[in-house]
Nanobody, 127 residues
Framework: QVQLVESGGGLVQPGGSLRLSCAASGSDLDYYAIGWIRQAPGKEREGVSCISSEAGSIYYADSVKGRFTISRDNAKNTVYLQMNSLKPEDTAVYYC????????????????????WGQGTQVTVSS
């Protein structure tokens, strides 16, 4: 079992930055892919970014490439999502999610592939 807790959300102006954290407990994250999934009001959940087990592969949605950076600190059992140049369309609840994976995880974008979920953190980009 893996327990995930997100933090770092908040209100930021367009062009600003936030760093989300996903702290895990209950299991060693080394063998898990960790994804960031977001859900905007009235929309389905969508994959934003993912880092596979042992950081073998990193994935980004086209909408965030060049602006968001995912990283993991295995010593702290924590995954981060650095979000720069934020836009109003980035407004959503951001969830971190985990699943056992290989070094590659091509289905990273599909929320149904993840077995463990955090409670979510709200990100609002508005002036």
């Amino acid at each position: 079992q893996v327990q995930l807790v997100e933090s770092g959300g908040g209100l930021v102006q367009p062009g600003g930055s936030l760093r989300l954290s996903c702290a895990a407990s209950g299991s060693d994250l080394d063998y898990y892919a960790i994804g960031w999934i977001r859900q905007a009001p009235g929309k389905e959940r969508e994959g934003v970014s993912c880092i596979s087990s042992e950081a073998g592969s990193i994935y980004y949605a086209d909408s965030v490439k060049g602006r968001f950076t995912i990283s993991r600190d295995n010593a702290k059992n924590t995954v981060y999502l650095q979000m720069n140049s934020l836009k109003p369309e980035d407004t959503a609840v951001y969830y971190c999610a985990a699943t056992l994976s290989d070094l590659m995880f091509p289905e990273w974008w599909d929320p149904s592939e993840y077995n463990y979920w955090g409670q979510g953190t709200q990100v609002t980009v508005s002036s």
